[in-house]
């Protein structure tokens, strides 16, 4: 059946009067996710005290919400675990990883990837002594950079500033080829686009739930472990609740079994009560769909904005197949262009240096958002109103 789109944008809580071309940072909140947490907070965590973790399922969570993910990216079932920040997560899988392919040395990444991914890459390189080494290439010189050197590719399918989006199932499969294994971060694409991590034959994969799938601040992040690897795959976080009888409190540590060795510590269950709400959502939805009606929306900002304001340079490639969910633009001021925009209400955001990003999710974003968007945006320049100093006052989150 098709997705009533209209009928989704009910579902979720946005201000009167804002356009929200931002949940590729920050998805938006599901209007059933108060009381959900209102719920945790006084039904559970109030009136059960410690015996939630057994009554309301507390401890099975990250392992349950993580199968309901794991349909949304294409994963087998018990193959996908919630907790800590993506961050986190990309230095586990990483670690693993190169642990799997220990004759080899390189970590090649992109210059597209997101810097936490790849200072985590490197103070993991430090940890292990020095042996390791980090490689970044341009975004489309990732194939050709693949050679027998390499022990892991780490790469974010979409990129974060410009929405290019790598090939996974090409790119993993060289990586196969050339004896490397693959790590594929998802922040930008679970929830935005069709992801088949099985048919792509992806070794590991981590994401966060804050963005698209609309967890709300600081949600927990998820990691995937093809299941070929995951009796084999070492953690190096060798948390308590990773161990294969936390509750025995062995002194030394053994391994959970399966995906299970991939959780560290205590889950964020209030957190995980949001999201458990806001995965409802996804239940009827086909990500083929989404993913068709974001292009057709990116399709209209994008003709509009370059017939109507031709100063602003495309940064994401006109193809449909190398999109994300999210259409940039760049200029040179275009942190006061953003602060003029989000001050009309139309909030999108801006990375440095000089990127306009726009997310274009349509599950609560329609036609005429993207119309009052492309108004909004072209008045801004031709009356020049961006030229305030208080638009030129960096905040500290951007
Ligand atoms: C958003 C994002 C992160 C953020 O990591 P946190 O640990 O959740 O703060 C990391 N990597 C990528 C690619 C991202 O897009």
């Not at 609740?241 to 062995?250: I, N, V």
């Amino acid at each position: 059946m098709p997705i009533d789109f209209a009928a989704k944008k009910a579902q979720f809580h946005l201000p009167e009067g804002v356009v929200y071309l931002d949940g590729n940072s920050l998805g938006p909140m599901v209007k059933t996710v108060p009381a959900r947490v209102d719920a945790a907070v006084r039904n559970e965590w109030g009136e059960m005290l410690i015996r939630g973790w057994n009554h309301a399922g507390w401890m099975a969570q990250p392992r349950m919400l993580g199968d309901r993910i794991a349909r949304l990216i294409g994963a087998e079932a018990g193959t996908v675990v919630l907790g800590d920040t993506l961050s986190i997560k990309v230095y586990q899988a990483l670690a693993s990883a190169l642990d799997l392919n220990p004759k080899r040395r390189v970590i090649l990444s992109d210059t597209g990837n997101f810097p936490s991914d790849l200072y985590m890459a490197e103070g993991l390189c430090r940890t292990l002594g020095g042996q390791y080494r980090l490689k970044t290439v341009a975004p489309e010189e990732v194939m050709s950079a693949i050679d027998e050197s390499v022990a892991v590719v780490m790469l974010t399918e979409v990129d974060y500033r410009t929405g290019r989006r790598h090939h996974m199932a090409d790119i993993t499969r060289r990586a196969h080829e050339l004896g490397a294994l693959t790590v594929w971060d998802l922040a930008h694409s679970a929830g935005a686009i069709t992801v088949d991590l099985v048919g792509a034959r992806a070794d590991f994969a981590v994401g966060c739930t804050y963005k698209y799938l609309n967890s709300g601040p600081g949600g927990p992040a998820f990691i995937y472990v093809a299941p070929r690897h995951a009796d084999a795959a070492r953690p190096a976080l060798s948390g308590w609740l990773g161990h294969e009888a936390p509750f025995a409190f062995d002194l030394s540590y053994r391994p959970g079994q399966g995906i299970e060795r991939m959780r560290v510590g205590t889950p964020p269950v209030l957190q995980m009560a949001a999201l458990e709400a806001a995965l409802e959502i996804w239940e009827d939805v086909d990500l083929h769909e989404v993913h068709a009606q974001s292009l057709r929306l990116q399709d209209q900002f994008i003709k509009g904005v370059e017939s109507r304001a031709p100063m602003l340079q495309l940064a994401t490639p006109r193809s449909h197949l190398m999109r994300g969910s999210q259409v940039s633009f760049r200029h040179p001021e275009g942190y006061a262009i953003m602060q003029a925009l989000i001050a009309e209400g139309v909030i999108g955001d801006f990375r440095a240096p000089d990127i306009l990003r726009f997310g274009f999710t349509p599950l609560y974003v329609d036609e005429d958002d993207v119309a009052r968007a492309v108004n909004v945006l072209t008045r801004i320049l031709d009356y020049g109103t961006w030229d305030r100093p208080e638009f030129k006052q960096r905040a500290a989150v951007t």
